[in-house]
Structures are given as C-alpha cells and as structure tokens.
C-alpha cells in the first residue's frame, strides 16, 4: 500500500538552510511532488521530480531523491519568512491517477 | 488565482444536513479530484472524475457522492453530515490523461465546511 510520511514541523532561522525530508513506501511512484500551503490557501506545486532522478534544483529549491531507500527531500536555501508554510510531499505511480500526500510539514521561519 | 474555482468557501451547517460543494476546473483540465483535509486525517484523496467519468475512487464515505458534469465542473454532495465532517475540502483539476508524465495537480482554495 502507498504510505508517506513527513515530520509535523521544523524551526529554522531566517537566512538558513531548511531541509523538509518525506518517505515513501511504494517503489513504483514514479513521480514525487513538493506543494507548499500557505495559510487560508489551496496547495501550490513547487516542483516535482521523476523517480529515474537523484537531484533536481530549481533556484532555491534542491530535491533529493534516494529511491533505494525511499527518501525524499526538499533543501530551501536563504530561507525567508515568505517561506513559512506547510510543505506536502506527494506520491503518484502509474497504476493509479491521484497523488497521496503525506501529513505536511509546517515550516516556521524566526527573523 | 489557480484557476480552480470552488465555491463556497465557508459553510456552517448541522449534523443531519446535506450539502453541496462546487468546483470549476482549470480551463482545458479534463480530471478533477476531491480531498479532505481535517487535522487528525491530513490530506485525504477522495474521488477522481476524468471526462465526465469516474476513474478512482479512495476513502470516500458512503454518504458523500459526487459527480462531474458535461461542462466538465464538479460538485461534491456530503449527507447525513456529522460533527467529524468538518473540514476543508479541496478541489483540484489536472490535464493528465493516464498516459505516462508527471499528473501535476492545481488546487482550489477549498470550502471549509464546519458541522455543528
């Protein structure tokens, strides 16, 4: 069956390096997903990345993939306060159409 | 703006009632999926149409339905609504077609519904 999960949060400074991890349990996902829920607000894609990847970086945003053990990690680099929000990470596999989150994970960031 | 429309976006309702949530997809968005959000569940897939059709269905209650219409928009139909009904209920509409590629999904707002 799919599972995912993701810490419930994480303090970081603002300035620094936050790292959001997620794990998965079905092996054949194909495509793992990053949405960010901003208060009062609907899921908002911030990048995805095909299971044949280890890495994929799009500005301050890094993911990390390491699919023998079914880790998935989102790195926000000079984190700001616009960065507080609940992160969502998501699977899909081909076998079925919807995505499974996991439970977010609520990212607050100090000044 | 997304481009998903739900409407409404608040409703407070009591147990016993029924309801009824809307949403527009994305121009050119053919599938439309629901979810629920509460705080003991997170984000819960319930059901996906695509064209008019259903195409998969997850933990959705006997007593909630729903259905996508020919001009593609949908409405999610809660019943017999109980207290742990209460939650945000989010649309959302993607172009994927079951081929392979990633199903990017873009969510509405949602509704928040509150049972009183």
């Known amino acids: 069956g799919e599972d995912v999960e993701q810490s419930l949060f994480l303090s970081v400074r603002e300035g620094d390096s936050s790292v959001i991890n997620c794990t998965y349990t079905d092996s054949s996902s194909t495509y793992l997903y990053w949405y960010k829920q901003e208060p009062g607000a609907g899921l908002q894609l911030l990048t995805y990345i095909f299971s044949n990847m280890d890495m994929k970086q799009d500005q301050r945003l890094t993911v990390l993939l390491n699919k023998k053990d079914k880790h998935l990690s989102l790195r926000i680099a000079d984190t700001q306060t616009g960065d507080s929000a609940i992160y969502f990470c998501?699977?899909?596999?081909?076998?079925?159409?919807?995505?499974?989150f996991g439970g977010g994970t609520r990212l607050m960031v100090k000044p | 703006d997304s481009g998903v429309t739900q409407t409404p976006k608040h409703l407070i309702t009591a147990t016993g009632q029924r309801v009824t949530l809307r949403c527009s997809p994305r121009?050119?968005?053919?599938?439309v999926y629901w979810y629920q959000q509460s705080l003991d569940q997170g984000l819960q897939f319930l059901i996906q149409y695509y064209n008019g059709e259903e195409r998969a269905k997850g933990n959705i209650l006997e007593r909630f339905s729903a259905q996508q219409f020919p001009d593609l928009h949908s409405e999610l139909n809660l019943s017999s609504l109980e207290l742990g009904d209460s939650a945000l209920y989010f649309c959302?509409?993607?172009?994927?077609?079951?081929?392979?590629?990633?199903?990017?999904?873009?969510f509405g707002a949602g509704s928040r519904l509150t049972v009183l």
């Open positions: 959302a509409s993607s172009v994927w077609q079951g081929e392979t590629g990633a199903n990017v999904l873009t």
């Open positions: 121009s050119g968005d053919l599938s």
């Open positions: 998501a699977e899909h596999n081909n076998a079925g159409n919807m995505l499974t």
